[in-house]
């Protein structure tokens, strides 16, 4: 039985990781990171500022540029409890409105506030700002619809704090605020950072740019999903969080300039990926042609072993949580077997694994 035949469950994704070995902060330098060479072959242990040496003139990195939210929030409740609250989205404004006032969010409280009660968040910052609890939806009624009086994006940067991932186990402090940002985040809405584009600064993207590689952007708002756990063994029960993302012309253009002159799509982590699988996919079921124009919009795509790309010859990416939706998609990318060899090397070579950990970098199969 071949890979593509095999009927993965949730087990399979499975691997026992050192808790020493989650990252808890940055490296020093976001370039000085290692990088896991796992195109060939044998597992190359490398820096990240190699990558460079490892593209060819002519190939195209795509980036997802979006900017992270201080989702996080602290409050209480009109009776005086706690609350903890993590924005999931800021909705786009009213009809008639100048500015966003609604959101989706995550609240965790002794009693969940009702529909039509007034909670404030960001006490722990000062007297925070009230927000309206207009009810509940999302997926299994799970999050919290909210309206504020003033401008959403601005209240929720004033009194929010950096929303690290919840393996990392320290509170949010000036570091957190420079390092979990890439230095080119642009369109605020994520609430987690396109962690594997977190190793590129401004000198690396000089080098790939003196190298002849061309670069390219998407967007896609990360969203709280990402670190819900899969909780069914039968993969095809899962339902996946949506997100929304675009892929802009020019990037469309560049993909096609690329493709026709024979170099190599890398993409900058797996959130990018999506955004553009997604706009393929979505492409080829409304016009039966390839991505040839610009798409945007929601995305719940669940890409699993056996999975046709469309657009990603290459893939950087961080190193992730067990029985997770991405340890699915790196193995639809660079084949099963490949990636959990390559997970025995990172383990046993003592790799820096999730957010603010090292990355590598794979090669699709086939």
Same mark, same amino acid.
């Given at each position: 039985?071949?890979?593509?035949?095999?009927?993965?469950? +949730?087990?399979?994704?499975? #691997?026992?990781?050192? *808790?020493?070995?989650?990252? /808890?902060?940055?490296?020093?330098?976001?370039?000085?990171?290692? +990088?896991?060479?796992?195109?060939?072959?044998?597992?190359?242990?490398?820096?990240?500022?190699?990558?460079? /040496?490892? +593209?060819?003139?002519?190939?195209? &990195?795509?980036?997802?540029?979006?900017?992270?939210?201080?989702?996080?929030?602290?409050?209480?409740?009109?009776?005086?409890?706690?609350?903890?609250?993590?924005?999931?989205?800021?909705? *786009?404004?009213?009809? !008639?409105?100048?500015?966003?006032?609604?959101?989706?969010?995550?609240?965790?409280?002794?009693? %969940?506030?009702?529909?039509?009660?007034?909670?404030?968040? $960001?006490?722990?910052? $000062?007297?925070?700002?009230?927000?309206?609890?207009?009810?509940?939806?999302? *997926?299994?009624?799970?999050?919290?619809?909210?309206?504020?009086? !003033?401008?959403?994006?601005?209240?929720?940067?004033?009194?929010?704090?950096?929303?690290?991932?919840?393996?990392?186990?320290?509170?949010?402090?000036?570091?957190?605020?420079?390092?979990?940002?890439?230095?080119?985040?642009?369109? +605020?809405?994520?609430?987690?950072?396109?962690?594997?584009?977190?190793?590129?600064?401004?000198?690396? &993207?000089?080098?790939?740019?003196?190298?002849?590689?061309?670069?390219?952007?998407?967007?896609?708002?990360?969203?709280?999903?990402?670190?819900?756990?899969?909780?069914?063994?039968?993969?095809?029960?899962?339902?996946?969080?949506?997100?929304?993302?675009?892929?802009?012309?020019?990037?469309?253009?560049?993909?096609?300039?690329?493709?026709?002159? !024979?170099?190599?799509?890398?993409?900058?982590?797996?959130?990018?990926?999506?955004?553009?699988? %997604?706009?393929?996919?979505?492409?080829? /079921?409304? %016009?039966?042609?390839?991505?040839?124009?610009?798409?945007? $919009?929601?995305?719940?795509? #669940?890409?699993?072993?056996? #999975?046709? #790309?469309?657009?990603?010859?290459? &893939?950087?990416?961080?190193?992730?949580?067990?029985? %997770?939706? &991405?340890?699915?998609?790196?193995s639809a990318l660079a084949g099963y077997e490949r990636v959990m060899a390559l997970y025995r090397h990172a383990i046993e070579a003592r790799y820096r694994f999730f957010s603010y950990g090292d990355a590598m970098l794979l090669e699709r199969q086939g």
């Amino acid at each position: 039985m071949t890979a593509a035949d095999r009927l993965f469950t +949730l087990s399979d994704f499975d #691997f026992e990781l050192p *808790p020493a070995l989650i990252a /808890q902060h940055p490296a020093p330098e976001r370039s000085a990171s290692r +990088l896991l060479d796992g195109r060939g072959a044998v597992p190359v242990d490398r820096v990240f500022r190699d990558l460079p /040496q490892l +593209l060819a003139p002519g190939d195209l &990195l795509v980036f997802n540029d979006t900017k992270v939210l201080k989702a996080r929030l602290f409050g209480e409740k009109h009776t005086g409890g706690s609350i903890e609250a993590l924005v999931e989205r800021i909705l *786009p404004p009213a009809q !008639g409105e100048s500015m966003a006032r609604e959101l989706w969010a995550h609240v965790r409280a002794s009693k %969940s506030p009702k529909p039509g009660s007034v909670i404030r968040l $960001g006490t722990d910052r $000062g007297p925070g700002f009230e927000a309206e609890v207009l009810g509940r939806g999302g *997926p299994d009624d799970a999050l919290f619809h909210l309206r504020v009086a !003033g401008n959403a994006f601005d209240l929720v940067e004033q009194h929010g704090h950096v929303p690290l991932p919840p393996y990392i186990t320290h509170g949010d402090a000036a570091e957190d605020e420079r390092r979990y940002q890439t230095v080119f985040a642009t369109h +605020l809405g994520a609430v987690a950072a396109p962690t594997a584009a977190l190793h590129f600064d401004e000198a690396l &993207l000089a080098a790939l740019a003196a190298r002849g590689v061309s670069t390219a952007r998407v967007t896609l708002h990360v969203g709280a999903g990402t670190f819900q756990p899969v909780r069914t063994e039968n993969l095809a029960d899962h339902k996946m969080h949506s997100e929304w993302f675009d892929v802009p012309q020019t990037t469309v253009d560049a993909l096609r300039a690329t493709r026709a002159a !024979g170099g190599r799509i890398t993409s900058v982590g797996t959130t990018t990926l999506r955004a553009l699988e %997604s706009a393929a996919w979505q492409e080829m /079921q409304a %016009s039966g042609q390839d991505l040839h124009r610009a798409r945007s $919009g929601e995305t719940d795509i #669940f890409i699993t072993p056996g #999975f046709e #790309f469309r657009v990603v010859d290459r &893939l950087i990416t961080n190193f992730h949580l067990p029985k %997770s939706t &991405l340890m699915m998609l790196v193995s639809a990318l660079a084949g099963y077997e490949r990636v959990m060899a390559l997970y025995r090397h990172a383990i046993e070579a003592r790799y820096r694994f999730f957010s603010y950990g090292d990355a590598m970098l794979l090669e699709r199969q086939g």
